[in-house]
């Protein structure tokens, strides 16, 4: 599963919940970044919608950390918005750069909000991280 298709499932999983879209995060680099903020208040004014943002920018093996992305905690404090952390343990049956799933089951743990409006963005990005790699739990 390449990153395109990891956005487009998230993408139906987040429809089916209602007006939601989702907005992948770029590779770090300057345009990315106004890519992102541009889609998603374009996003959130035309329809009052949620985002779902990917701040790692790429899949990640599991048990492996890098800096995420900044655009979704800037986006998020720009609009007065909380953030949601998503934590998921789909790394342990999707490698990164493999051919073939394990199987099992995937687990998704939903955190509570981060208030992002009026605070560093760096920090927020950094409250959501640590809360999402503390809750990455490896397969029973």
Same mark, same amino acid.
């Given at each position: 599963?390449?990153? =395109? ?8 999983? #987040? @429809? ?8 992948? @995060? ?29 701040? @790692? ?15 979704? %905690? =800037? =986006? ?9 952390? #998503? %934590?998921?343990? %789909? ?50």
């Amino acid at each position: 599963m390449d990153e =395109l298709d990891r956005v487009l499932m998230a993408q139906i999983l #987040v @429809e089916r919940q209602g007006r939601n879209e989702v907005v992948p @995060e770029g590779h770090e680099r300057l345009g990315d970044h106004i890519e992102v903020l541009r889609q998603g208040k374009d996003r959130m004014a035309k329809l009052g919608a949620w985002i779902l943002v990917f701040p @790692e920018g790429t899949r990640m093996a599991a048990g492996e950390t890098r800096r995420y992305g900044s655009s979704g %905690a =800037l =986006l998020a404090a720009q609009q007065n918005c909380k953030i949601v952390p #998503v %934590a998921h343990n %789909a790394g342990f049956f999707w490698p990164r750069r493999g051919l073939l799933k394990k199987r099992g089951t995937i687990r998704v743990v939903i955190g509570p909000p981060i208030e992002a409006a009026g605070r560093d963005v760096r920090e927020v990005n950094e409250q959501a991280q640590q809360w999402i790699e503390a809750h990455v739990y490896p397969p029973t």
